[in-house]
C-alpha cells in the first residue's frame, strides 16, 4: 500500500489539509478534497492490471474510510465504459455503505482502454463538493473539452491523479487547472507522489491546450 504523507494546498484554501470547522481535509492519494460531498472516477482499464489496480483500489478503500459521518460518496470505475456503484447517487457514510463500497470495489477487473468522458460526465451530473479522477494512460483531448463544459455553471473542484503512468499527464494537469482542482503524479516505486498543485506540477508552465500534439492511445 502507498503510504502519502503531502500536504497540498489549493487556491483560495484555508489551512492546508484542514475542511470545516478546523477537522483534517478527506484525501485520496494525497489529493485533499474540498466539501462534503466526493465522487471517485477511477482508472479500471488494461494497463492498470495487476498489482496497480489493486494498489489504487486499496488507497480508494482508505480514502473512503478516511470520510466523516457528515459527509457522502460515489464511486465510478471506467475502462471503454463506466461502471457506478449501485444504489442512491450518492451514499451517505455509514458503516453498512462503506461495507458495500469494499465488497463492490473487490469485484472490480481491469480490462479495456482509457475513456474517462462518460464516467466524468456522470460525475459531474451528482454535482459533488470534489472530484477525483484517477488514470495511468492517455486519453482523447476532447474530454477536457467535455468535462469544462458540463462543469462550466456547476464550479466542482476536480482534482487528478495521474497513477503510477505520466502518459495523460498533460491532459490531467489541464483537467485540474481548469476545474478549480490540483494535480498529483504517484510514482510507481516512491511512497510520496510528486507534491499536487493548482493544476501543474511546481516549475512546469501550463501547456498550451490546442497546439499539444495528441498523446498516443492505448490498445485495449
Not at 1 to 10: A, K
Not at 50 to 68: D, I, P, Q, T, Y
Not at 136 to 143: E, I, L, M, N, Y
Request: charged share 20%.
Amino acid at each position: 500500500m502507498i503510504n502519502l504523507t503531502l500536504s497540498p494546498t489549493r487556491p483560495g484554501a484555508g489551512s492546508p489539509g484542514m475542511g470545516a470547522g478546523g477537522a483534517p481535509a478527506p484525501a485520496f492519494l494525497g489529493s485533499q478534497g474540498n466539501g462534503t460531498r466526493f465522487v471517485y472516477v477511477v482508472d479500471r482499464s488494461g494497463s492498470m492490471k495487476g498489482a496497480r489496480f489493486v494498489a489504487a483500489c486499496e488507497e480508494l478503500k482508505k480514502s473512503l474510510n478516511s470520510l466523516r459521518a457528515d459527509m457522502s460518496f460515489h464511486v465510478i470505475f471506467y475502462d471503454f465504459n463506466e461502471e457506478e456503484m449501485p444504489g442512491t447517487p450518492l451514499f451517505p457514510v455509514t458503516a453498512e455503505n462503506l461495507s458495500k463500497a469494499t465488497d463492490w470495489i473487490n469485484t472490480q477487473q481491469a480490462r479495456g482502454g482509457t475513456r474517462p468522458a462518460n464516467a466524468m460526465l456522470r460525475a459531474i451530473e451528482l454535482q459533488p463538493d470534489t472530484i477525483w479522477l484517477l488514470s495511468d494512460g492517455a486519453f482523447p483531448r476532447s474530454v477536457c473539452d467535455d468535462i469544462a463544459q458540463a462543469n462550466a455553471t456547476k464550479g466542482i473542484c476536480i482534482n487528478t491523479i495521474a497513477f503510477q503512468g505520466r502518459e495523460g499527464e498533460v491532459f490531467l494537469k489541464r483537467i485540474a487547472t481548469e476545474n478549480k482542482g490540483t494535480y498529483t503524479f504517484v510514482p510507481s516505486s516512491a511512497p510520496n507522489p510528486s507534491g499536487p498543485s493548482p493544476g501543474l506540477l511546481p516549475g512546469i508552465a501550463p501547456s498550451p491546450k490546442l497546439a499539444t500534439p495528441e498523446p498516443t492511445l492505448k490498445s485495449p
